[in-house]
């Protein structure tokens, strides 16, 4: 299939899934189609919205998810932490967006070179001083992939582990996926060619 999307995830969450992989090959063929990004679009959200994905992405500044997918305003409930690390007020925000919005998909959206990895990387197993509660986030993965040298595959990891950490911590986003009502799609950001692509 196209994208690689599983047959078997829910169809509301396939549909906003394809439309964000084929705005992101919109942001790559230079091609962008968001248009709603006026004061008109914001006045017609002026006392609601309606997002139809959530998406976890770092805080790193090359990576936008509305510019890399192609969107505009009122589309996406979008998270913005260093690495994806996920704490409790991360947690309850993906809830929010779960249980009051219904989102139908959560991305975590992962990414190269990014700056936490190569800091976890640089003092693994070392307890840290600055940045404690990032790094530690990121340390399990390093515990369970010792053998990880490259940072971009380290990520994906992370990524990967990010979705069994909320769906340990969280009875809102386990219950949602277990319903069929939302689907956690685990991605990846290469900065050299544009394209995010499911891991
Ligand atoms: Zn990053």
Known sequence: MKFNIPENIPEKSKNELVKLLEGNRNFVNLTPTAKNMSLDTLRKYAFHQEPYACVLSCSDSRVIPEIIFDCGIGELFVIRVAGITVGDNVTESIEYAVKKLHVPLLILLGHDDCGVMKYAKEH?????????????????????????????FFAMKHTLWVEEVLLKKSNIIRTAVSKNELYIAKCHFDHSTGLVDLI
């Open 124 to 152: 693994y197993p070392e307890p840290v001083e600055d940045f404690k509660s990032i790094i530690s986030a990121v340390y399990p993965v390093l515990e369970l992939h010792e053998d990880i040298k490259c940072h971009n």
